[in-house]
């Protein structure tokens, strides 16, 4: 990386999230409105029927978990519409920058704007379930670290289906084909540790899943480690994935963009 490159990257994080900060409060308006039907939902009406009453905070972290997740779909649209359309990010090529620092920028500027939504759903979080989300369970020095590793995933994750996608048409298989499948047996609902008793075969398979570790991660860091996947192996599952995809996400954009 040249200081030139990283010079010109910083700079594109500067503008955009410039920008990002006049919409952030409509944004964040969304997310939270989004944040509390589900938590309320989960801590206190299913827990009037049939549910634990530690569900509640089972769900608010899964929520703030895999947000991220639920963001991907836009993203990637909009970096589809303009590869298909107007070209800008054509226009960020010819800059003194590496092409391959020009998707890191994107993935890195996603994951910044994920986390800024979604950080504060824990303060929200805790008012809303008041003494039924125990802080002191809570170690900070290993949430932060899951809660931005899993931030930078979602970025890369993003950058990763907008290089396989052909066309806009084809955006709407998004979120059926992948993001729902990650989203249901990515132990949003259920631990993975429910998954194994129930089928060792279901519960092993779903490891394929990076949702899987990014779900036991969080909840293992706030929640307490006892019945979650152990969080340091979690923690470097997730920053496997990240890598994984995207390098196969630069390499394909380079090839499609004729940046090679």
Known sequence: MTKLSLTVFLQLLKRDLTAFKREFGGKFFDTAFLFFTNVIVAAYLMTEEWVNPQYGPFILIGCIASFGLIEVVGKVGMMIADIDGDRTISQILVFPIRAGMVFIYFAVFWAITSAALTALLFPMGKVLMYTRFDLSKVSYI???????????????????????????????????????????????????????????????????????????????????????????????????????????????????????
Not at 179 to 191: C, E, K, L, Q, R
Not at 232 to 255: D, E, N, P, S, Y
Request: net charge positive.
């Open 142 to 260: 290993r949430l932060i670290p899951i809660f931005l590793a899993s931030n930078l995933f979602y970025g890369f994750f993003a950058l990763w289906v907008t290089s396989l996608m052909r066309n806009i048409s084809s955006i709407g298989s998004i979120w059926m084909r992948a993001i729902n499948p990650m989203w249901m047996f990515g132990a949003y609902f259920y631990s993975w540790k429910a998954a194994l008793a129930l089928s060792p075969a279901i519960g092993y398979a779903s490891l394929i899943n990076p949702m899987v570790y990014i779900m036991e991660g969080m909840r293992a860091a706030a929640l307490g480690q006892e019945g979650y996947l152990p969080y340091w192996i979690c923690l470097i599952m997730v920053i496997v994935f990240t890598f994984l995809l995207g390098t196969h996400a630069i390499h394909r954009l380079k090839k499609r963009l004729d940046c090679v």
